[in-house]
């Protein structure tokens, strides 16, 4: 069955160029962003795993179809973006306290451009569609991926690097009222959409491969700056020896992965049932391979 396209919103007043606001959250819940005023005030930590057997097993069967360097990462950012096109509601965010639904899925992620100390870096954001397969999803991000390691010079972080050098020639207090003023722009969500499509700290969620540096997940902080709702550290570091019934002994691999979350987003039931949906999916990636029946709209 053929994906239902996702619905386009006609822009009312008090919506932002990133997201459209959410009028109909009941009077708890908009008390509660005054209570909670900050992402880090309202931080929650999701800390679980799930074997790596379906995961490898899939790996290594895309690579044999071609998909060259092809991991855990794309199958684990494929999984958020279904989720998001099933609960939507992961992928609010809030803004001068106010919440918002999320125009765009965007994930964001820095890049070496060698696993090396001293290599060069870069944040890249990568920009999905509800609809997109795992086949899209590995194809969208390993182009720019690739793209930037083996440019002579990081041609995608351009315009993030412009920007940070100009903000960094500032003096001290002339950067600090700068940030001041971008913050209240922000508020009022006015920040220049040249400015939001480079920025690391709007998106809908930050996603690090932490196993590659050889250390375990991470529990980290969300910004208080930007509206990242959700960050997701993982790794697949860990083998553990399960002695079964019969007393054989079986190495298991897991895959660890902590989610850091606003908890003014969406109630605990919400984040629940996303989970099992990203269980599922680890647990299954072939259902990655078709995109879904329906897409699941935002509440008004």
């Given at each position: 069955?053929?994906?239902?396209?996702?619905?386009?919103?006609?822009?009312?007043?008090?919506?932002?160029?990133?997201g459209?606001?959410?009028?109909?959250?009941?009077?708890?819940?908009i008390?509660?962003?005054?209570?909670?005023?900050?992402?880090?005030?309202?931080?929650?930590y999701?800390?679980?795993s799930?074997?790596?057997?379906?995961?490898?097993?899939?790996?290594?069967?895309?690579r044999?179809?071609?998909?060259?360097?092809?991991?855990?990462?794309?199958v684990?950012?494929?999984?958020?973006?279904?989720?998001?096109?099933?609960?939507?509601?992961?992928?609010?965010?809030?803004?001068?306290?106010?919440?918002?639904?999320?125009n765009?899925?965007?994930?964001?992620?820095?890049i070496?451009k060698?696993l090396s100390?001293n290599?060069?870096?870069?944040?890249?954001?990568?920009?999905?569609?509800p609809?997109?397969?795992?086949?899209?999803?590995?194809?969208?991000?390993?182009?720019?991926?690739?793209?930037?390691?083996?440019?002579?010079e990081?041609?995608d972080?351009?315009?993030?690097?412009?920007f940070?050098?100009?903000?960094?020639?500032?003096?001290?207090?002339?950067?600090?009222?700068?940030?001041?003023?971008?913050n209240?722009?922000d508020y009022?969500?006015?920040?220049?959409?040249?400015?939001?499509?480079?920025?690391?700290?709007h998106?809908?969620?930050?996603?690090?491969?932490?196993?590659?540096l050889?250390?375990?997940?991470?529990?980290?902080?969300?910004?208080?700056?930007?509206?990242?709702?959700?960050?997701?550290t993982?790794?697949?570091?860990?083998?553990?020896?399960?002695i079964?019934?019969?007393?054989?002994?079986?190495?298991?691999?897991y895959?660890?992965?902590?989610?850091?979350?606003?908890?003014?987003?969406?109630?605990?039931?919400?984040?629940?049932?996303?989970?099992?949906?990203?269980?599922?999916?680890?647990?299954?990636p072939?259902?990655?391979?078709?995109p879904?029946?329906?897409?699941?709209?935002?509440?008004?």
């Open positions: 069955m053929k994906s239902k396209k996702t619905e386009t919103y006609k822009k009312r007043c008090g919506d932002r160029k990133d459209r606001l959410i009028r109909s959250i009941n009077p708890m819940s008390f509660a962003l005054y209570v909670m005023q900050t992402r880090n005030d309202a931080n929650n999701i800390s679980d799930v074997e790596l057997d379906a995961i490898e097993k899939y790996v290594h069967k895309k044999n179809e071609g998909f060259e360097g092809f991991n855990a990462m794309y684990f950012a494929a999984a958020y973006v279904r989720i998001v096109s099933q609960k939507p509601g992961i992928n609010r965010f809030v803004s001068g306290y106010r919440l918002y639904a999320r765009n899925i965007e994930v964001i992620m820095t070496k060698e100390l290599a060069p870096e870069t944040v890249v954001k990568f920009f999905f569609e609809e997109n397969t795992i086949d899209e999803v590995y194809n969208l991000m390993h182009s720019k991926i690739k793209a930037y390691q083996n440019a002579a990081p041609e972080a351009d315009d993030l690097e412009k940070l050098r100009f903000a960094l020639k500032l003096p001290r207090t002339l950067l600090r009222l700068f940030m001041k003023i971008l209240r722009l009022n969500g006015h920040i220049p959409q040249s400015l939001l499509k480079i920025s690391p700290f998106g809908s969620m930050v996603m690090s491969a932490i196993g590659s050889g250390i375990p997940s991470v529990f980290h902080h969300l910004y208080n700056f930007g509206n990242v709702s959700m960050l997701i993982f790794s697949t570091n860990r083998h553990e020896k399960d079964k019934r019969d007393g054989t002994i079986v190495k298991k691999h895959l660890d992965f902590i989610i850091t979350t606003d908890d003014r987003i969406c109630d605990g039931q919400y984040y629940s049932e996303a989970l099992h949906e990203l269980h599922k999916y680890l647990k299954n072939e259902l990655l391979e078709q879904p029946k329906t897409v699941v709209q935002d509440i008004p």
